[in-house]
């Protein structure tokens, strides 16, 4: 489903750079992108989303090479991908219900097709009692489950995450781990950037650990520090 | 293009000009200076040519026919004429024709004449010279001619006219393309704020996979909004001065003849609301440039 070939990242100021990077994952894993602050984990999924284009090296998602693509096609790949952001990015002046179907709106959905799938996704997260909530009266991580029934309603076969539990306490992090579990256990492939240590201890799933750009470690139902244990 | 994305277009573009209501005013409210004054310096432009054609066409010769000639000895005159060297062209005009042709000019002031015979005019030839410069000594060529009671030709004052009326028309080209950029700059700088604004909002279209006319549409829509309100008023404002001017110029101005309201105003109005509505979309295209890049 993604390939990474050979890709690096120059940064002029060095942080977050990618040192040819080689990875592949397959439909339906759950996978972390590990490493301190500065490694490049966000870099990379930002590849991976098509937000800016790699120094050198190939990029296929979904089959297709992404450093090839005109700027006309970024948009169809992208409704292929649900994206997850540490900060949810809501638009503050619509509701929770306006949120969601904010992204079934530009892709040009049908309304009727709207008003079904939209309460769907907002139960699952179990929000459809705050569904005419604004984001400002929300918790933390309610606007993170806002977020993630965002990223899955457009039935998306891939979820990008950047740290979506950085602002989160424990507790609430645990139940949004739970949600992409969830949405994984249903077939969608999650790839997460995290330095939650104790989340990744918890999911035992596969662990990419970056260091300086590099990859220093890719295990299936890793820990986040396998010295510590 | 699906309808129910017009509608949102419309919506989006609509509630983010209330939303910046005193930007979108600042904006209406300059391109309708621009375009008053634009519309203004068309019509006067649009006169002024029409002027100096009436002119160039009084830059011939004028012969006035002694009024006690028969048609046949005028019809000779007019072959003496047209056998002349440097003559190009000869026009009979016959007084019938020169009191209608008044009657356009003067309108109402010249009811009364030509009715029961009243015609004070003369038969006349306007004769054109291959060369303007020929026309003095052709002139006086055509006056020796028996049968002629007149003469009138255009004089060097005319030619300076007209190259002096060239430098003005371009210098009132180049202050209204001014005016037009200006124009076009603050749109562009209303819908930068809504742009800017709404910059998030933009970011997550296109994380959720908006195409980038999806995005665009709305702002181009409140361009061409705010361009054709601005270009409302300035059309109905020249519409009714300048059927005020032509009026008053009829009156105060008879000998100065005005192009007709009629004829000019509805070109004039495409002309605004095309103008307007081109300086809103490129405005607010020039604006989200650079937003566009992800």
Redesign the interface.
């Known amino acids: 489903m993604i390939e990474v070939q050979h890709v690096s990242m120059v940064y002029p100021n060095g942080v977050g750079a990618l040192k040819d990077i080689n990875l592949s994952i397959e439909q339906g894993e759950f996978v972390f992108i590990v490493g301190s602050s500065g490694a490049g984990k966000s870099t990379l999924i930002r590849l991976i ?1 098509r ?2 284009l790699p120094t050198s090296g190939r990029i296929r998602v979904f089959g297709k090479d992404i450093t090839k693509l005109k ?2 096609e970024v ?7 649900g ?1 997850v952001f540490q900060d949810f ?1 809501l ?1 503050e002046n619509r509701t929770v219900f306006e949120n969601v179907a ?2 079934m ?4 959905a ?2 009727r097709e709207i008003r079904r799938r939209v309460p769907e996704a907002l139960e699952m997260v179990g929000l459809v009692e705050k569904a005419k909530m604004k984001p400002q009266e929300l918790s933390g991580g309610e606007q993170q489950r806002v977020c993630l029934a ?1 990223a899955i309603i ?1 039935q998306p076969s891939l979820i990008i995450a950047d740290e979506p539990t950085g602002n989160l306490d424990p507790k609430t992090s645990m139940g949004i781990m739970d949600l992409l579990k969830t949405i994984n256990i249903r077939g969608t492939t999650v790839l997460m950037a995290t330095h939650d240590r104790e989340i990744v201890d918890l999911m035992k799933k596969r662990v990419i650990m970056l260091e300086k750009g590099k990859i220093v470690r890719d295990e299936q139902r890793g820990v986040y520090n396998r010295d510590a244990h | 293009m699906l309808i129910r994305n017009i509608i949102y277009y419309f919506k989006e573009a609509l509630t983010s000009i209330v939303r910046n209501g005193w930007m979108s005013f600042a904006s209406i409210a300059v391109v309708t200076v621009t375009l008053f004054i634009f519309g203004s310096f068309f019509l006067l432009s649009i006169n002024v040519e029409y002027v100096t054609d009436d002119i160039k066409e009084q830059v011939e010769i004028v012969a006035y026919v002694q009024n006690d000639l028969t048609e046949a000895e005028t019809e000779q005159l007019r072959l003496k004429i047209i056998q002349m060297d440097k003559v190009e062209e000869v026009r009979f005009v016959s007084k019938d024709e020169a009191l209608k042709r008044l009657q356009e000019q003067l309108g109402e002031l010249a009811a009364g004449y030509g009715e029961e015979g009243r015609n004070p005019l003369d038969d006349s030839f306007e004769i054109r010279t291959a060369l303007p410069e020929d026309i003095p000594e052709v002139a006086a060529a055509i006056e020796k001619l028996p049968g002629i009671r007149r003469v009138d030709y255009g004089t060097d004052v005319v030619k300076k006219l007209f190259s002096f009326i060239n430098v003005i028309k371009w210098i009132v080209l180049a202050f209204m393309i001014g005016l037009a950029l200006t124009a076009m700059f603050l749109i562009a700088n209303t819908i930068k704020l809504t742009v800017n604004a709404r910059a998030k909002e933009i970011m997550i279209m296109k994380w959720v996979g908006a195409t980038e006319w999806f995005i665009r549409w709305p702002f181009v829509i409140e361009g061409i909004i705010l361009g054709s309100l601005g270009a409302l008023l300035p059309a109905l404002g020249l519409t009714y001065l300048y059927g005020e001017a032509v009026d008053w110029a009829r009156i105060n101005l008879y000998f100065l003849p005005l192009v007709n309201p009629d004829s000019i105003l509805g070109p004039l109005i495409k002309l605004l609301l095309l103008i307007g509505t081109t300086i809103g979309g490129l405005g607010s295209l020039l604006s989200m440039r650079r937003f566009l890049k992800v």
Do not use: C, D, S, T
């Open positions: 989303g937000e800016f700027r006309r948009p169809l790949l992208r409704r292929n991908i994206v990015r638009l904010f992204a709106q530009v892709v040009g049908r309304p965002r457009n």
